[in-house]
């Protein structure tokens, strides 16, 4: 990746560059799945955590789950889950917007003082196109696309993932830059575009 790919990455529509990783160990929870997928879930989750030297924990001492991901199939079923509407501000017209647009997913990122990642509400309304993707790939995608704040437009086009002998892999360029952004002596949030330089040079020094 050059700098230029690796800071339109972190550039939002808008043109503003925001970069934010997590700042505390991961504990997640997943609803609306099986047992068979939820162990592919957690397998993703514990792979991420591993490739980026980042923890997981059974709770957030805040939060008790600080990554939560819901699986359903209408966008209204969010509506009826006691206590969302508490984590998640303005939910019903969120819900509205969402289902009006055709949506199938959603990601909502809460940050703490520092501007780091302290919760992640993953939304994923199994459609046709969500239902016929194998559970190792969707399970990875959402995983990465949770662990940093990448830009809204980021992985549009693209996908984060390749197969590799017939099994679903992050790309490596992919994996590289986040082992960089978990680096130690980066920061745990940036706005300014400098930072994919710096990222970049971690890139390189790994390789």
């Not at 700042?23 to 955590?49: H, M």
């Not at 745990?188 to 040079?201: G, K, T």
Request: a negative charge.
């Amino acid at each position: 990746m050059t700098p230029q790919e690796i800071e339109a990455l972190f550039t939002r529509s808008d043109d503003s560059y925001a970069f934010a990783r997590w700042g505390r160990p991961l504990a997640p929870v997943v609803f609306g799945v099986d047992d068979a997928t939820l162990t592919v879930v957690k397998s993703a989750i514990e792979a991420v955590c591993q490739l980026a030297g980042h923890s997981m924990s059974e709770t957030d001492p805040e939060l008790g789950s600080n990554l939560m991901m819901f699986f359903f199939k209408d966008w209204a079923e969010l509506l009826e889950v006691p206590d969302l509407d508490r984590l998640v501000p303005d939910l019903a017209p969120l819900v509205k917007k969402l289902d009006a647009a055709g949506a199938n997913q959603y990601r909502l990122f809460r940050f703490d003082e520092t501007g780091a990642i302290k919760a992640c509400f993953v939304f994923l309304r199994m459609d046709e196109q969500l239902s016929a993707m194998p559970a190792q790939a969707l399970a990875l995608g959402q995983i990465v696309q949770s662990f940093l704040l990448w830009s809204d437009t980021a992985f549009r086009e693209v996908s984060p993932l390749a197969l590799h002998e017939g099994a679903t892999i992050l790309k490596p360029e992919v994996a590289a830059l986040l082992r960089a952004a978990y680096d130690p002596v980066m920061p745990v949030a940036a706005q300014d575009p400098s930072h994919a330089l710096r990222l970049f040079a971690r890139v390189g020094a790994a390789q």
